[in-house]
């Protein structure tokens, strides 16, 4: 099956600093996507990504869809302390119907904040 | 607060025993799934359902089984559990197969002995 490749697999930071994460695959995607998981919690979706060389923002998080459509990154900007959890890339190829369709996750992305 | 409920929390098992997991969404979405997560590994898919009625394999799926009598409820069983099932299980669910945003249940955390 497909597989994504996340990094890194953990990040320990300072409160203030920017953080940067990302994903390639050796398939094309047609959507990227980024979710987070709170500690004790599911993942919840963060940012979604259609097009290849899309850049999309929500709030101090900026993520791009690469343009080869094998990649992804995922920007945080000015950490704060409740940005901790881990952080899931995911993406979906291929077509409905096709056995390539579901979502494939990341194996994630540890991000701790020094306060 | 309309969402995914799961349960147990939490669980230990002794080898051998049979298990169900339970999940019931109240959103009304036509699409569900189980995951296993485990460290290292990130989220594997083991069994997902397009529509009640319908059900399909996802990655890891053997040792497991599942049911969708209804919209609302995908209930996943361990039939044998083994040392290896030991795991944080997360229910999701979306409006269709095709969607991108999957609700996530809280988890189960079950381990076997």
């Known amino acids: 099956g497909q597989q994504l490749n996340q990094s890194p697999q953990s990040m320990f930071i300072q409160e203030g600093e920017d953080v940067s994460m990302n994903c390639t695959s050796s398939?094309?995607?047609?959507?990227w996507l980024w979710y987070k998981q709170d500690p004790g919690e599911g993942p919840v979706l963060l940012i979604a990504?259609?097009?290849?060389?899309e850049l999309t923002s929500n709030g101090r998080l900026t993520a791009q869809f690469g343009i080869t459509r094998k990649d992804s990154f995922l920007n945080i900007s000015a950490s704060i302390p409740s940005d901790v959890g881990i952080y899931f890339c995911a993406g979906r190829g291929g077509y409905s119907g096709g056995s390539n369709y579901k979502l494939t996750f990341g194996k994630g992305t540890l991000l701790t904040v020094n306060p | 607060i309309a969402g995914i409920t799961q349960a147990p929390t939490s669980q230990i098992l002794a080898a051998g025993r049979r298990m169900t997991l339970r999940c019931t969404q109240d959103?009304?979405?036509?699409?569900m799934y189980w995951y296993r997560q485990d460290l290292g590994l990130g989220l594997r898919l083991i069994h997902y359902s397009n529509t009640a009625g319908t059900t399909g394999k996802g990655e890891v799926p053997d040792g497991y089984s599942v049911s969708r009598a209804n919209t609302d409820d995908f209930p996943l069983t361990l039939a044998s559990a083994v040392p290896s099932q030991t795991s944080v299980y997360f229910c999701?669910?979306?409006?269709?197969?095709?969607?991108?945003?999957?609700?996530f249940g809280a988890g189960s955390r079950l381990t076997v002995l």
């Open positions: 959103m009304r979405h036509n699409a």
């Open positions: 999701a669910s979306s409006d269709s197969a095709g969607a991108n945003v999957l609700t």
């Open positions: 398939s094309i995607f047609n959507t």
């Open positions: 990504l259609y097009k290849a060389g």
